[in-house]
Every structure is written in structure tokens, then in C-alpha cells.
């Protein structure tokens, strides 16, 4: 079993910033051969907003380019996401994923932007 402990949500204005930390609680991140952000808004399908491999390649969904950026701190076994320029159609539930031959996912945080 593998606990993924998210924080970092909130209320915020269009236009700001929040950051999200992920931390790995009971395993090393370096086990993960990827590890990123989704995210389901109401009435939604989930969908991706940013991985990072172990490798240290990222990817982002082409809305939050720009916007977005996933960070990891392997001595913190925690990974970010910095997201600034912050839209209302960027309201949803975050849920940070860890990948192995299995795919992980913690408990979820909301992000509300007010318009």
C-alpha cells in the first residue's frame, strides 16, 4: 500500500497562485517510475495536468503550459505543483498519482478559483 499525503489547496482570485505537495509517506519516490497531478472537475472526466518521471522528464496538459510546474524534492520525498495564472476553469479536485505497475492516488484536494 502506498500513502500519498497531498496539501496545498484552497480558495484563490483569478490571477493567483497556489502550490501542491505531494509527499510519498511510507515509500521512496525513486520507486516510482512517474509521478504528476490530475484533476476532475464536477461532471467531469479525470484528466491529466502534469507527471514527472524518475527520469526527470515532464509533461503537461497543453491548458496549464505556460501556467503550471511540476517540481519534485527527492530529499523530501515530495513532488509540487506550482500553479500560477490561475483560471476558473481550473476549479476542480487535484489528486496527486504515483505509477508503478500499479497507479496510486491520494485522497484528493480542492482548488477553487473565483472569478
Known amino acids: 500500500q502506498v500513502q500519498l499525503v497531498e496539501s496545498g489547496g484552497g480558495l484563490v482570485q483569478a490571477g493567483g497562485s497556489l502550490r501542491l505537495s505531494c509527499r510519498a509517506a511510507?515509500?521512496?519516490?525513486?520507486?516510482?517510475?512517474?509521478m504528476g497531478w490530475y484533476r476532475q472537475a464536477p461532471g467531469k472526466q479525470r484528466e491529466l495536468v502534469a507527471t514527472?518521471?524518475?527520469?526527470?522528464?515532464?509533461n503537461y496538459a497543453d491548458s496549464v503550459k505556460g501556467r503550471f510546474t511540476i517540481s519534485r524534492d527527492n530529499a523530501k520525498n515530495t513532488v509540487y505543483l506550482q500553479m500560477n495564472s490561475l483560471k476558473p476553469e481550473d476549479t476542480a479536485v487535484y489528486y496527486c498519482?504515483?505509477?508503478?505497475?500499479?497507479?496510486?492516488w491520494g485522497q484528493g484536494t480542492q482548488v477553487t478559483v473565483s472569478s
Open positions: 511510507d515509500r521512496s519516490i525513486f520507486s516510482f517510475s512517474a
Open positions: 514527472t518521471a524518475s527520469g526527470g522528464g515532464t
Open positions: 498519482n504515483a505509477r508503478t505497475s500499479y497507479n496510486y
